[in-house]
């Protein structure tokens, strides 16, 4: 039975220059139930990305091989303080992000369950690109927060919106409540008038009465 060829070296260490963009590309072999770690030293608020691409040993084929079913976990902590900062699993192709928190040293690690049984072993070849230092998640965080600061400029604007409606409401309470005053008072003096007119004539009416009523009494 032929196995693939294992490296000697059980740990690699992929060095940051400066703070500009760094790409790494590896490729390593492990066996079921193994991790392999890589220690990177990282800035505070630095933006790490990877891609990884997994192959499984063929004995039928004699080469290595895609397999569906295979998957890979990837853990990423930081040394110093023992947060875990990343941990997922992907299928046999896929991505990571992650943002370093504190500066130091961050352990990434991948590895694979995938077996049926203590008694097989699969060996596989795992292709790894890191790079270190990208922008893209930063643009994303920032597109977030637009889009964030806009809801929240929408919402602001609405409520203006609502008290507008609101002030031309009570204005047109406030108008056709002084206009309904303006009729009342109108009446009100129509009204105070109309009695005065009555009073006086009938004022008028019982004077001339009176005086008739006089003036027949004397000529008898």
Same mark, same amino acid.
């Given at each position: ?20 963009? #760094? #790409? ?34 063929? %004995? ?10 295979? =998957? ?9 303080? =023992? ?11 896929? $991505? ?7 500066? =130091? ?42 889009? %964030? ?14 008290? $507008? ?8 309470? %406030? ?6 005053? %303006? ?10 008038? #109309?009695?005065? =007119? ?18 027949? $009494?004397?000529?008898?």
């Amino acid at each position: 039975m032929a196995f693939p060829r294992r490296p000697q070296v059980l740990s690699l260490c992929l060095l940051l220059l400066f703070a500009a963009t #760094a #790409a790494n590309a590896l490729h390593f072999y492990l066996d079921t139930n193994e991790k392999r770690c890589f220690i990177e030293e990282l800035p505070t608020d630095t933006v790490v990305e990877g891609h990884y691409t997994a192959l499984e040993w063929s %004995e039928s084929e004699q080469k290595y091989v895609d397999n569906a079913n295979l =998957g890979i976990l990837v853990e990423v902590d930081e040394i110093e303080t =023992g947060h875990n900062v990343v941990k997922t699993r992907g299928p046999s192709d896929s $991505r990571f992000t992650f943002t370093s928190h504190d500066s =130091g040293d961050h352990s990434i690690c991948l590895s694979s369950n995938y077996g049926t049984s203590w008694f097989t072993n699969s060996h596989i070849r795992l292709h790894l690109d890191i790079v270190i230092g990208t922008t893209k998640t930063n643009e994303e965080h920032d597109r977030s927060h637009v889009s %964030e600061l806009s809801q929240k400029l929408r919402d602001l604007n609405m409520k203006l919106e609502d008290i $507008r409606r609101e002030q031309q409401y009570q204005r047109e309470r %406030e108008s056709a409540f002084r206009d309904l005053s %303006e009729v009342t008072n109108s009446r009100t003096v129509w009204y105070t008038v #109309a009695q005065i =007119g009555v009073l006086i004539a009938t004022c008028i009416w019982q004077m001339r009465h009176l005086k008739k009523f006089f003036e027949e $009494r004397k000529m008898h």
